[in-house]
């Protein structure tokens, strides 16, 4: 598990609250592995034992953070419920054992790529705008577009008095009755690429993510989930802080 402060390993067991917990560390009333804590030092609750006045606090009730992907389908809307009765991606989650919730969101016609977790520091910290990563979507016009277009989503554009952060475009595959672009997104905007194709009137057909940042959906089925791996796990952390 990730070291986390001393005063949440209290709050997180629910023993006191954090400004209590540090009126007991500066009164030297707590300990780890025999020493005397002091404030802002970080514990592994699965390996340092913590005691206060003289008496160790057990760890068990202390959240163990979950991580998933999951390939979104068209059609479901990514809330834990829905007042319209639409169907939910808890509703493609019921056997995960945690309680986790979405990183983010794709819209109901969008499918790809989604990310849930129980972890709200890190979503807190993916969804800043400071610490977005790269947010990688494959998109199918309607029609034969040209070069100019692509370089046109490039460039910096205004949406709902918003500017927009600069997005990386290139053109995939050219057709008579479509194309396919890639976008990479650094910021999370609602209907950010709807509303810039609805800018030129291009048609979207369909809105897929594919990756966020190296976090690729590779082979997995729509409507199916996966657990990240643990370097996945890392490389989202390390990734937030930048």
């Known amino acids: 598990m990730e070291p986390i402060r001393l005063q949440k390993f209290f709050t997180d067991n629910k023993i006191m609250s954090r400004r209590a917990a540090e009126r007991e560390i500066e009164n030297g009333n707590v300990s780890v592995n025999g020493v005397t804590a002091v404030i802002g030092q970080k514990i592994d609750p699965d390996k340092d034992i913590v005691t206060l006045n003289g008496k160790k606090i057990e760890s068990a009730s202390v959240q163990r ?49 989604l990310l849930l977790t ?59 009755d479509c194309s396919v672009i890639e976008m990479i997104l650094f910021e999370g905007r609602n209907r950010q690429i709807r509303k810039m194709c609805e800018s030129l009137d291009l048609v979207i057909m369909r809105l897929t993510r594919i990756a966020i940042g190296e976090i690729n959906l590779g082979d997995l089925a729509p409507g199916k989930w996966r657990y990240l791996t643990k370097s996945q796990v890392d490389y989202l952390k390390n990734a937030g802080k930048k």
């Open 118 to 176: 129980n972890d709200g520091e890190l979503t807190n910290r993916l969804t800043h705008p400071r610490h977005h990563i790269g947010k990688v979507y494959h998109v199918k016009i309607k029609g034969r577009i040209s070069p100019d277009i692509t370089e046109k989503l490039a460039q910096p554009m205004t949406i709902d008095g918003y500017e927009l952060k600069p997005v990386k475009v290139r053109l995939i595959s050219v057709k008579d």
């Open 65 to 113: 953070h979950t991580y998933i992907m999951l390939n979104k389908p068209i059609g479901y809307v990514t809330t834990m419920s829905d007042e319209k009765g639409r169907k939910c991606v808890t509703e493609l989650i019921k056997d995960v054992p945690e309680r986790i919730y979405p990183v983010g969101r794709l819209d109901m016609y969008s499918e790809g790529l």
